[in-house]
């Protein structure tokens, strides 16, 4: 038996203005749009494109309550120009407990869906890969 990992579900109020968001945040596409379900995939033609999971943003009735049992975490070049990046399209930093010493920075987008951008892989780290 065979899996694959074909999306990530966001659960939103309203898709149609969660999933643009991400989409200009991560340089993705909108590639299927509806009044319940937007689904972001990389650029085409990107290195990410056909490899990274989908991100399926589905509409639900319910607002967000507690912290995320499952968030997304972003690996930058340059974390604090991503963080910077990322606060001046509508993120905001919040604190789930993380220790002051942490290497990354915890966000959550404009609906409150927390997030984490790393700090950059060093050259050595890079070069591991």
Not at 15 to 28: I, K, N, S, V
Not at 97 to 109: H, I, L, P, S
């Amino acid at each position: 038996m065979t899996l694959n990992w074909q999306c990530i579900v966001v659960d939103a109020a309203d898709p149609r203005t969660l999933a643009p968001w991400w989409a200009e945040l991560l340089g993705w596409r909108v590639t299927y749009d509806t009044e319940d379900e937007v689904v972001l995939e990389p650029a085409e033609g990107s290195p990410q494109d056909g490899i990274s999971p989908d991100i399926l943003f589905i509409k639900v009735p319910e607002s967000k309550g507690v912290k995320n049992r499952l968030h997304i975490d972003l690996r930058p070049d340059d974390q604090a120009a991503e963080v910077a990046r990322a606060e001046s399209l509508g993120a905001t930093r919040v604190d789930v407990g993380q220790d002051e010493k942490a290497t990354w920075v915890v966000m959550a987008d404009p609906a409150g869906n927390e997030f984490c951008i790393l700090r950059a892989f060093t050259p050595e780290e890079l070069a591991s890969l």
